[in-house]
């Protein structure tokens, strides 16, 4: 099973950036797309986004629709998610998932591999 490690978390101002990045461990044919959640205190896991491996196609929750990006980059087996203009209520322990499915799927059961997650505070 591939492993998925993310990174690019941290502490910024409400309005402020941050990208995070999901590295895969290695090349894994049956991965078809890459989705990010996020858990804040308290709630249960919320879906952010997905991309599919191949084509790039993409999804998003309608909460981070407009500011937030998801992207991948083939040859660095990376997927990154670019969040602008970031509220305190993104605050959360965001986490990537891999699936075999090219459903562009919102739901955790159709991910088989995830990571451990990085911490997001949106806070001033």
């Known amino acids: 099973q591939v492993q998925l490690v993310e990174s690019g978390g941290g502490l910024v101002q409400p309005g402020g950036s941050l990208r995070l990045s999901c590295a895969a461990s290695?090349?894994?044919?049956?991965?078809?797309?890459v989705g990010w959640y996020r858990q804040a205190p308290g709630k249960g896991r919320e879906f952010v986004s997905v991309i599919t491996w191949s084509g790039g196609s993409t999804s998003y929750a309608d909460s981070v629709k407009g500011r937030f990006t998801i992207s991948r980059d083939n040859a660095k087996n990376t997927v990154y998610l670019q969040m602008s203009n970031l509220k305190p209520e993104d605050t959360a322990v965001y986490y990537c998932?891999?699936?075999?499915?090219?459903?562009?799927?919102?739901?955790?059961?159709?991910?088989?591999?995830w990571g451990r997650g990085t911490q997001v505070t949106v806070s001033s």
């Open positions: 290695r090349i894994d044919l049956s991965i078809k797309s």
């Open positions: 998932a891999a699936s075999r499915s090219t459903l562009l799927s919102s739901y955790p059961s159709s991910y088989d591999s």
